[in-house]
């Protein structure tokens, strides 16, 4: 025990909470299973969605400022790179998939082949993201001023925000409403959200985008740092908003106009995500080449 201790340093803490955020993301998602079942049988019952959440978050953070740190006042850096891998596979693969699997799974409700293929797009985001944070380790160090493919934290936020941005829109007075609304008898309630077909394709997609060649910058400066920053503002204000004022209501059907504000706060930070992938890449580095 003491010989593990003499190899760790401040930043190396940081990334433990990491991973403990990520496991009490996974907890609460357990203890969610339940409402997860009727989530709309008396307003919306997904407090622990939000917390699971917000875990993922804050362990988005600590990864944003654990190397700095590491940088700056880790003189052993002897075990950081091993830890951080498995923090993040933790917290930004197993916990966001497991996330969607959840939300989504229609526990008891849904046709087998909706369950078997949310599992097969969890799998994928778990196994793309055990790619990306592989392909990170080995460029590390490499001196390049962008990301090959999009980062495990930035697949996490993305994820986070379609599928809070789809659990409330039927909230927004735009778009489907509740399928299956008319089955809700007695405060029981199997509806689901208009949108959910969506999260499959996002999912793939953002597993695709976690191993694929595309160029994106890192986010260290000028208009990219501050959109960044303002999307981040963005979906931690949605989250504790939803968080705070989830609850069950007596009209099984009335989810309480009272969440539109995070529905919408969600949508902005997948509009940001969307800028982000879509803008023009940045050029090839050559470090031969002298700026």
């Excluded at 489907?176 to 809700?184: E, G, M, T, W």
Aim: proline share 6%; net charge neutral; glycine share 10%.
């Amino acid at each position: 025990m003491k010989s593990t201790f003499k190899l760790t340093g401040i930043a190396d803490y940081i990334t433990l909470g990491n991973a403990m955020f990520g496991t009490a993301s996974i907890m609460f998602l357990i203890v969610a299973v339940e409402d997860m079942s009727q989530p709309y049988g008396q307003g919306l019952k997904s407090k622990y969605i939000w917390a699971s959440m917000l875990c993922i978050f804050l362990s988005a953070v600590g990864d944003i400022i654990d190397g700095p740190i590491a940088r700056r006042y880790s003189k052993r850096k002897l075990l950081g790179g091993s830890l951080d891998i498995m923090s993040d596979c933790l917290s930004f693969c197993v916990a966001p998939a497991l996330m969607m699997f959840i939300m989504f799974g229609r526990w008891g409700e849904a046709a087998p082949i909706w369950t078997v293929s949310l599992a097969i797009a969890g799998f994928w985001v778990i196994g793309t993201g055990m790619l990306r944070l592989a392909r990170f380790q080995y460029e590390e160090g490499s001196g390049l001023p962008y990301f090959h493919g999009l980062s495990s934290p930035g697949n996490a936020i993305l994820l986070m925000s379609a599928a809070g941005f789809i659990w409330l829109q039927p909230i927004l007075s735009f778009g489907p409403p509740l399928n299956d609304v008319s089955v809700c008898v007695e405060g029981d309630c199997a509806a689901t959200p208009g949108l959910d077909m969506l999260i499959l394709p996002i999912m793939f997609l953002s597993g695709a985008l976690m191993i694929t060649d595309r160029r994106l910058s890192k986010l260290k400066h000028g208009l990219d740092l501050k959109l960044s920053i303002l999307q981040m503002v963005c979906l931690l204000t949605a989250i504790l908003y939803a968080l705070i004022r989830t609850g069950v209501s007596d009209n099984p059907i009335n989810l309480g106009n009272n969440l539109a504000p995070p529905g919408w706060l969600f949508l902005a930070s997948c509009l940001f995500a969307v800028y982000y992938l879509v803008k023009p890449q940045p050029p090839v580095y050559n470090p031969d080449v002298e700026e």
